[in-house]
């Protein structure tokens, strides 16, 4: 290193003698590069090293040898074999993490250290998902196995608690990680009690089926939601463990192995994964980011928030479309409870007033339709959509001039248009005018001079709203569809005028004109095609002699003497 630093001052006093004598710089020759690359290599080398993926390469050989193993007959003839070679295995693996731990924090090597906790509490319910095998020889053995798992894993915490110093996690992620591993061994014993009584296969109903709904609905998102409940650092220190988001991912590898196991338990038991099932604990954990946003980001911004707030609405979309499911309009009612209550803590917090009657919106329009028959009406489903995206438009026009929640409105209106038509071919097409035209309506409310960028916002939808226009005159459209969102959006815009006198936006009336003779313009391309090239040539004569008598006439004004 002294030597190359040394070569390095000799090679800049020579560049620097040469600049003062007038010369020109010397540069290095190309066999000078071979050094560079070659470092460069050794650095990023040492930076591979230096995370060390052999642990991790480890832990995959380990999960890889045990499925094969439990599909190899000429290794382990047996059930039971194979689940003792498995579960011993994965036994005496965690148990040398926790060990090569404690050794490395007691040598000071934290990285590595923290990294081999990482991987013990990836694998911590990897046994549960072992056990279940043994669900369908005996329950004596399925007791034995929960119980002992749970010890070890108790007993590897304990030592890791009390042997690594910088690892002081909280009472209540203790209490927590205790929850979820007390509810992943029951579930193991649950499963095999009521398996006794399941009859056949793929089987919709009883107790078993019950039971395999519940989990997934109630019990897994109950769970997740405790994240919300954990304490938040007010430190962040430079390790890894005091970190101010490892509580909070520590406990979040838990629900992802709790996820795994009741995976394993449906397949084992024959209970497939829908995605209805699945969106409860979606919505619950959008609100862990919500709230936990601060673990994450220090000093969010307004911005983050807002998007974070919006996450619930995305993830109830999943159980979108089921017929005969109550799962959307449960998590939808929670989500309005959820909005609810942070209009209350947030009192100045406008954005979630509108999120919350989007969700009412959404609540109207996934009325069961058994409750609805009830009070002697006539179901319709479309038509409760409708009524809600109509209600959440109106209200929110009323209380929001901002133009981000154009997207998300017009967004809603093509899709209510859409729903309306859909017997009819041209429901698309309907549905994407409306969405456009909605869009460009409420633009006439925004204050441009308060957001930057909302004049080209407008113009740009306003171009994609005429670009559309001509894509729907190419299907062969009826010459007065186009004209009447056209004959819309120019009343809107005129009345605005007339009445507080403000004739911004002006790319709406020509985008309106543009959208009127989008089918005349169709049509004359359409008989152009068709008509003779003598007739075009001579068409084309009479049109220059025009312009040329237009430009005639009017160079006095635009020439110069």
């Not at 190309?30 to 560079?36: E, F, I, K």
């Not at 579960?87 to 090597?109: D, H, K, N, P």
């Not at 007791?143 to 996690?169: D, M, N, Q, T």
């Not at 100045?348 to 989007?358: E, S, Y």
Request: aromatic content about 12%; proline content about 4%; glycine content about 6%.
């Amino acid at each position: 290193m002294v030597v190359c630093q040394q070569e390095q001052r000799s090679e800049g006093s020579m560049n620097d003698e040469a600049n003062s004598t007038g010369a020109g710089p010397v540069f290095p020759s190309s066999t000078d590069a071979t050094p560079l690359n070659s470092g460069k290599f050794v650095y990023w080398l040492k930076r591979l090293l230096a995370c060390n993926p052999f642990y991790l390469l480890s832990a995959a050989l380990l999960l890889f040898g045990m499925y094969r193993v439990s599909i190899d007959p000429s290794f382990l003839s047996t059930e039971v074999s194979q689940l003792v070679f498995n579960f011993t295995s994965i036994q005496f693996y965690e148990l040398l993490l926790v060990g090569t731990a404690i050794f490395l924090a007691r040598r000071l090597i934290w990285y590595d250290s923290v990294l081999l906790l990482v991987l013990e509490n990836l694998l911590i319910l990897v046994p549960f998902i072992l056990i279940n095998q043994a669900g369908l020889i005996e329950q004596q053995t399925v007791w034995a196995l929960c119980i002992f798992a749970v010890v070890v894993a108790v007993g590897r915490w304990g030592a890791a608690r009390g042997w690594i110093s910088v690892l002081k996690p909280s009472p209540h992620l203790l209490a927590a990680g205790a929850v979820v591993l007390v509810a992943n061994a029951a579930l193991v014993i649950a499963y095999r009690i009521l398996q006794e009584t399941k009859m056949g296969k793929g089987i919709a109903s009883g107790a078993a089926y019950e039971m395999n709904e519940a989990s997934w609905l109630w019990l897994l998102p109950t769970l997740c939601a405790l994240a919300i409940l954990l304490p938040c650092l007010r430190e962040d220190g430079k390790l890894l463990v005091q970190r101010r988001w490892f509580p909070v991912i520590l406990f979040l590898f838990w629900i992802a192995g709790t996820g795994a196991h009741l995976y394993a338990l449906g397949y084992i038991y024959d209970f497939p994964l829908r995605r209805e099932l699945l969106t409860p604990l979606l919505c619950v954990l959008a609100w862990v980011v919500h709230f936990r946003l601060g673990d994450f980001v220090e000093k969010p911004s307004p911005v983050w928030r807002h998007v974070t707030l919006t996450l619930p609405l995305v993830a109830a979309l999943a159980a979108i479309g089921i017929e005969g499911s109550r799962v959307f309009f449960a998590v939808t009612a929670l989500n309005a409870l959820g909005f609810l209550a942070a209009i209350v803590l947030q009192r100045d917090n406008r954005f979630a007033r509108h999120l919350f009657l989007f969700a009412l919106a959404m609540l109207v329009a996934a009325v069961p339709s058994e409750w609805v028959v009830r009070v002697g009406l006539s179901f319709n489903r479309e038509k409760f959509i409708v009524v809600g995206a109509v209600a959440w438009l109106l209200l929110g026009a009323l209380l929001s001039r901002d133009p981000r929640l154009a997207l998300p409105a017009a967004f809603a209106v093509a899709l209510a248009v859409g729903i309306l038509r859909a017997p009819n071919g041209d429901a698309m097409h309907w549905a994407v005018q409306a969405g456009f035209v909605f869009f460009l309506l409420h633009s006439l409310c925004w204050r441009d001079y308060e957001h930057n960028g909302a004049v080209g916002v407008r113009i740009f939808m306003a171009a994609a709203w005429v670009a559309h226009s001509f894509v729907w005159a190419d299907v062969n459209v009826s010459f007065w569809q186009p004209m009447i969102p056209a004959a819309l959006v120019f009343t809107c815009w005129g009345l605005r005028g007339f009445v507080f006198q403000n004739w911004s936006g002006i790319a709406l009336p020509i985008a309106c004109l543009l959208v009127v003779l989008c089918n005349p313009t169709h049509h004359g391309v359409t008989k152009l095609q068709t008509t003779p090239t003598g007739v075009i040539a001579v068409g084309a004569s009479f049109l220059l002699f025009a312009v040329g008598t237009t430009l005639a006439l009017t160079k006095h004004r635009w020439q110069k003497r």
